[in-house]
């Protein structure tokens, strides 16, 4: 595109949180946190004071809202993705916020991180670096220890429970679920970060990210009676454990089908699955994610993994002002990582290449903004596209499976393989 374009300061230093917007950011939390009745317990914190780290699971705007709730009334600088800066740089920046683009390996986060310790406030990181797509664990990057240990304040986790079942990624209405529970807990001291090596603090990380919403729901009894509670899932549960098609999975109200072979799952109060007619292949959803992330796993170590070119249109998201229309092009998923090439609105060519070795998850959404269609974020360090297939089958759930898949690949490929939890 010809026009220059101002880019995101990325490099600007985090603003502690302006005085009269920290009740103001409570306010707005509360509410909700009384709605779904959150039980914070506190397991090691009690009259923790800041400079701290705070590591937070990620399943729905609530977290934001319960960690709000957690840590008043001491200030927080939250690391945050651009595009929750759109149209509200400012205030974002002014409330303590931190901007990141997903999946990059960005140098000035760290410093910015060391000025908020500097400065006596909490780090707030959501490490996982997007909504679990089914209520279970993401991916950690091995990189978490080693900041942990490099920033030497006391680290802390908030691990939520219900957030997930209550508006999932997949369909934000909201349930209602309550009570949910969250657990504030003491993971490590600035004495244990300094005698633990890197690899230590990871396993005591990627044990203290363990979670599972679906099951948390079922042992509690809590009960979604959302009638429309399963539609949207099949965004999730791509491919049919029936007859093994893939893209034809589709649902409504609480049910969800497959279009190919037409059986029919029925999803209950508790969100556990039962077909209708015939075995049920997976009761609990997680179950059936990771089957699917099985096969695609088998298809990577065959080397047959590939998306196929997809149409494509590409937005562009230079700044936190507002998207702009990079062009029509082409997508391709497959063993050497992201192919994206096309034509912008001024006849120039684009192009973005994200090999396998450089990208060890990625961002992906569904129905973005509620008309724009599923997509995938790609970014580099000044930049994000958002790239929307269409006119085509595809997943951009598969492709998010794959992109891990072949990650775990390519380090086992190099005699460096990922340790489990770990990209």
């Known amino acids: ?45 009690e009259g923790l004071k800041p400079p701290y780290v705070m590591l937070c699971n990620h399943n729905a705007f609530l977290d934001f809202k319960v960690a709000t709730r957690t840590i008043f009334p001491h200030r927080a600088n939250y690391v945050v993705a651009i595009d929750g800066f759109i149209g509200r740089e400012q205030l974002l920046r002014d409330v303590g916020c931190i901007c990141k683009r997903k999946f990059t390996n960005d140098l000035s986060l760290i410093r910015q991180l060391k000025q908020v310790i500097q400065n006596g406030d909490v780090a707030m990181i959501y490490p996982e670096a997007r909504y679990s797509l089914c209520g279970t664990t993401a991916v950690l990057p091995a990189s978490l220890g080693k900041l942990c240990k490099l920033l030497g304040a006391p680290v802390v986790t908030l691990i939520c429970h219900g957030h ?5 990624f997949w369909n934000l209405h909201d349930r209602g679920v309550k009570p949910t529970e ?21 396993e005591k990380l990627v044990a203290a990210f363990q979670y599972d919403d679906f099951a948390w729901q079922k042992e509690r009894g809590i009960r979604t009676p959302y009638k429309g509670r399963a539609e949207g899932l099949h965004k999730v549960l791509y491919q049919c454990p029936h007859c093994k ?9 609480a049910e969800l089908f497959c279009r190919a072979c037409g059986k029919r799952w029925t999803m209950s109060e508790l969100s556990e699955l039962s077909a209708e007619e015939g075995e049920t292949e997976f009761s609990h959803i997680p179950d059936w994610y990771e089957w699917e992330r099985a096969n695609v796993r088998k298809e990577v170590e065959d080397g047959t993994y590939s998306s196929g070119v997809l149409p494509v249109t590409v937005d562009t998201l230079p700044n936190a002002k507002k998207f702009i229309r990079l062009g029509e092009g082409t997508l391709v998923h497959d063993m050497e990582g992201f192919t994206v090439r096309g034509t912008d609105v001024d006849g120039d060519p684009f192009e973005m ?36 297939p269409h006119d085509c089958a595809f997943s951009v759930t598969k492709m998010a499976l794959a992109t891990e898949e072949l990650y775990y690949a390519h380090r086992r490929a190099i005699g460096r393989p990922c340790k489990p939890g770990l990209a």
């Not at 450089?358 to 970014?379: P, W």
């Open 245 to 253: 098609t893939e893209f034809q999975m589709d649902s409504k109200g």
């Open 353 to 388: 290449l994200k090999p396998v070795p450089s990208l060890y998850s990625c961002h992906i959404e569904y129905e973005y903004l509620g008309k724009f269609g599923d997509c995938v974020d790609l970014n580099t360090l000044e930049d994000t596209w958002y790239i929307y």
């Open 1 to 45: 595109m010809k026009q220059p374009f101002d880019r995101f300061d990325m490099k600007a230093p985090p603003v502690p949180t302006k005085w009269y917007l920290r009740p103001l950011t409570l306010a707005l939390s509360l509410p909700d946190v009384w709605k779904h009745q959150a039980k914070i317990t506190r397991i090691g914190t």
């Open 182 to 202: 969250a657990e504030f807990r003491l993971l490590f001291t600035p004495e244990e970060l300094k005698t633990s090596s890197p690899d230590e603090l990871n």
């Open 164 to 168: 997930h079942v209550n508006s999932p």
